[in-house]
């Protein structure tokens, strides 16, 4: 009887290599005997298991065997290998298929085949030339030994997954982030250049080199205001650049191409351009510049803000020769340039924002003073025009006729009026500019607030309206400026006798801890809700609103909130139409808290 091993016949390739894809089809074609791994049959059946997990998997997965280390391996790592690799590297020894890396992988491959210890990679550069030319790649991987029949190690077993993209990206986010932050706080466009430039520095792995140049106002000449990655003096001869003299069609240096088609345009010639001594080194690189392409290349990038067509700078960036200019690549070149238009973008903004603000300073300055000046104009006239006014109608020894007298007294009456409205924009200007000096003075605000609205009583109860003073002693002096005081109280009544027909006007002054709280209130017209956020703001007037008298500047409660933040204290009103309205004054009792 035979036996056992007798038996079993020996597996076919078609048989261990069954499915598997592409590669599968590639190991059943191949000729095994004039491998290093020979005939298919001879194989362990330790190797035949590894194949056939490998080539079922869709992970990156291969094998390596025997002591030259043996490629096998599946359609997921496939692209790994690049247009050059494959398909020679099956069956080919590692070292041959990976001579530019093996000084990194070799001994690992190695150690695992003599001590059989596992090993993880995580995020491991390797420079490959899969393509052509030496590529900045990253894997994370694991090498595991596989023990024949005997016991033995026979090789080694690799999950791979190629993490480049992912590396790169993070690379690439850290430094836009880096940009977004850095240039927040730029105060020029220049500015915003140079610390772009210097984020730049930081990755010269991406970015080389850059040059970033703003135009001027006809887009003829570029300024160059921001650099990185060249050696000194490599740019003596490229601060300012006339675009109209250089060729659109200049494969060197297409500056004038990008400005007017607003696309990316590729910089060639580099090394030739600026020398090569002028050009940086590689980053951690060293080993591997003998197999570096010497000729770099950039791109050209128009600095666009957004909304507009025309550019209004460029960026030049060098293109690294160790990483494939793809789509996420070229990506990543646009994006810092939209993140310097936009830096340029909001310094410029802010600067036509500050200069829009000086000037409204300059204009509000202006009209402060011509009612300073209009005020005193106004006010020696009509004191004059008093004068005579006021000694006709006192002359006891001259008595006017009754029609006379009655015509004077509407001058008067009407003289005094416009007086008082001079008056309000004489100290309405002294506010403004800061010539109001307060003096702060220990006052006992109850009486002086008690007889200040008792000025007001008697027109007020004359207009058949109650009137209610409730300003109990406070607890302390309260330290204000007297005359200041007393504008905004008569302000605050005058507004409350204005606009209330029926009903009561309440006078209330109490102490909050080291506050002191006036509160003025009204059964009037009220104020409509739209109005309250301006009611306290210059010039401004509520419309439609049924009031004792229409005159008025507009700027009385604008007077009492620039007096209350004098005081360090504020302003607050509250109201509806057809219910009345209230005032709040808030000012602090402590000297110390005061003019802030």
């Given at each position: ?17 069954a499915?598997?894809?592409?590669m ?7 000729d ?8 298919v ?15 079922a998997?869709?992970?990156?997965m ?8 043996v ?6 790592y ?22 530019e ?17 596992a ?6 550069l390797l420079l ?5 030319y030496?590529e ?31 590396v ?24 915003a ?10 990755n ?9 140049y ?19 003096g ?11 003299t ?16 607003g696309?990316a345009a ?11 001594e ?13 197999r ?5 290349s950039?791109l050209?990038?128009?600095i ?19 990483l ?20 340029v ?26 009612f ?5 104009e106004?006010?020696t ?8 006014i ?13 029609r ?22 004489l100290?309405?200007s002294?506010?403004e500019?800061?010539r ?12 002086l ?5 008792s ?5 007020i ?10 300003c ?38 109490r ?8 509160e003025?209130?009204?059964t009037?017209?009220?104020?409509p809700?739209e109005e ?7 010039f ?11 005159e ?11 007096i209350?933040?004098?005081h ?5 009103a ?11 004054v ?5 000297l ?5």
């Amino acid at each position: 009887m035979d036996s056992l091993s007798e038996q079993v016949k020996a597996p076919t390739a078609e048989e261990i290599f069954a499915g598997g894809g592409d590669m599968g089809a590639l190991m059943r074609s191949l000729d095994w005997s004039k491998t290093r791994l020979g005939p298919v049959e001879n194989w362990p059946q330790s190797l035949r298991t590894a194949v056939s997990i490998c080539l079922a998997s869709h992970f990156p997965m291969l094998i390596w065997w025997g002591p030259e280390l043996v490629k096998l391996y599946n359609d997921a790592y496939r692209p790994m290998l690049g247009a050059t690799k494959h398909p020679m590297a099956m069956g080919q020894p590692g070292r041959e298929c990976w001579p530019e890396i093996w000084d990194i992988i070799g001994p690992m491959l190695e150690g695992v085949l003599r001590e059989g210890k596992a090993t993880w990679s995580e995020n491991q550069l390797l420079l490959l030339e899969r393509n052509g030319y030496p590529e900045e790649c990253y894997f994370t991987f694991s090498y595991s030994p596989i023990r024949d029949e005997s016991g033995r190690i026979g090789g080694v077993f690799t999950a791979v997954t190629e993490t480049t993209q992912q590396v790169l990206s993070e690379r690439r986010l850290d430094t836009l982030r880096e940009l977004a932050t850095s240039t927040y706080d730029a105060q020029t466009a220049e500015d915003a250049c140079q610390i772009a430039a210097r984020v730049l520095e930081k990755n010269t792995a991406d970015i080389p080199f850059a040059l970033l140049y703003l135009l001027d106002s006809d887009g003829k000449q570029a300024r160059l205001l921001g650099a990185s990655g060249f050696v000194d003096g490599a740019l003596i001869s490229l601060p300012q650049i006339n675009l109209s003299t250089l060729d659109e069609q200049d494969e060197v240096w297409p500056l004038a191409q990008a400005v007017h088609t607003g696309q990316a345009a590729f910089v060639t010639k580099v090394a030739g351009l600026f020398g090569p001594e002028h050009l940086p080194a590689l980053p951690n690189y060293e080993d591997a510049i003998d197999r570096v392409p010497t000729r770099q290349s950039g791109l050209a990038l128009p600095i666009i803000r957004p909304g507009q067509k025309e550019p209004y700078g460029l960026f030049v960036a060098g293109i690294s020769p160790i990483l494939q200019l793809n789509e996420h690549y070229q990506g990543f070149f646009t994006l810092v340039a939209s993140q310097v238009a936009s830096a340029v973008a909001n310094v410029r903004a802010y600067q036509e924002a500050r200069a829009q603000a000086n000037a409204l300073a300059e204009l509000d300055r202006a009209k402060t003073i011509f009612f300073s000046n209009v005020s005193h104009e106004f006010r020696t006239p009509l004191t004059l025009l008093l004068g005579p006014i006021e000694d006709a109608l006192a002359d006891t020894g001259h008595v006017l006729p009754a029609r006379q007298r009655e015509r004077l007294e509407i001058v008067r009456r009407n003289a005094l009026r416009l007086l008082k409205l001079v008056n309000i924009l004489l100290d309405f200007s002294r506010i403004e500019v800061g010539r109001a000096q307060a003096v702060y003075e220990p006052t006992d605000l109850a009486a002086l607030t008690t007889d200040l609205a008792s000025i007001f009583r008697s027109a007020i109860e004359r207009a058949g309206l109650r009137f209610e003073v409730d300003c109990p002693p406070l607890p302390e002096v309260v330290y204000v400026d007297r005359e200041m005081w007393e504008k905004i109280v008569l302000n605050l009544l005058s507004n409350a006798f204005k606009f209330t027909f029926a009903g009561q006007i309440t006078v209330a002054l109490r102490s909050t801890g080291d506050q002191v709280q006036l509160e003025v209130a009204d059964t009037g017209t009220g104020i409509p809700a739209e109005e309250l956020p301006l009611i306290f703001q210059r010039f401004h007037r509520v419309h439609n609103t049924h009031a004792r008298t229409h005159e008025g500047t507009g700027i009385g409660l604008a007077n009492v909130r620039r007096i209350v933040q004098r005081h360090g204290g504020r302003t607050r009103a509250e109201g509806a139409v057809g219910n009345g309205a209230t005032f709040f004054v808030t000012v602090p009792a402590c000297l110390e808290d005061l003019d802030k």
